[in-house]
């Protein structure tokens, strides 16, 4: 065999060699999942304050952290702000859930004052859970309600079609899941009226945010100072 003929040989087996290895990659890049999150984490959610508001139509039974079976419209005649959670959701404890205590420090001494908080995963939050929630924010059960309403697609649609809170979306990415919680949920407050009426949605947890600050560094602060007065004026309506 001729030199010329031995290099000819040496440099096509290394050629088909790499193209061995090139496609081996190209196969195992392709079989093995990305550890990589396939889409961005969702840290806020929710929507700004509804310009129309309206009166509860429907009713909503449910359980309290007591286990004490209650009624939405046991409320009627109070002034009360409604709010979702579940009791893993990291966004609702540090975030909502701070929000809400300074609320109650505020306005529990009124009798007619009152805060209901509804759980978008009752699967898992059951009395026991509730009720260490509830001892965590200092949260009495006279004017504090956390509740588990039953099975969760009925609860959705409740606070989604009767009080116009945005979509309760359940998450599927294990890295979404782990960073944010099992649910995607509205993180404003309502304020509801003596009658039964929506009134207002404060979305606080939003005007928190980063981007928020940016457009307008002041919108956390007059809407806290809006939601707090409007509490004040609807107490002083007897």
Sequence with gaps: MSRKTTIFLFYTGVAAISALIIVAAIFTRSTIPSLKPQKELIIDSGKTTPSDYFAIGKDLPAVNQDEQQVKLSDLRGKVWVAAEFFAVCPHCAVRNGSELREIYEVFKSDPDFHIACISVDPE????EKLKEYAKVLGAETKNWWFLNAGEAKTTHNYLEKELKFFGVRERTDPLDIEANGRYQHDMGFLLVD?????????????????????????????????????????????
């Design 124 to 127: 898992e939050d059951q009395p």
């Design 194 to 238: 003596r009658n039964f009426n929506v009134i207002g949605k404060w979305p606080l947890a939003d005007a928190r945010s980063e981007e928020a600050k940016k457009r307008d560094p002041q919108m956390y602060e007059r809407m806290k100072k809006e939601l707090f007065d409007r509490i004040r004026a609807e107490l002083a309506k007897k």
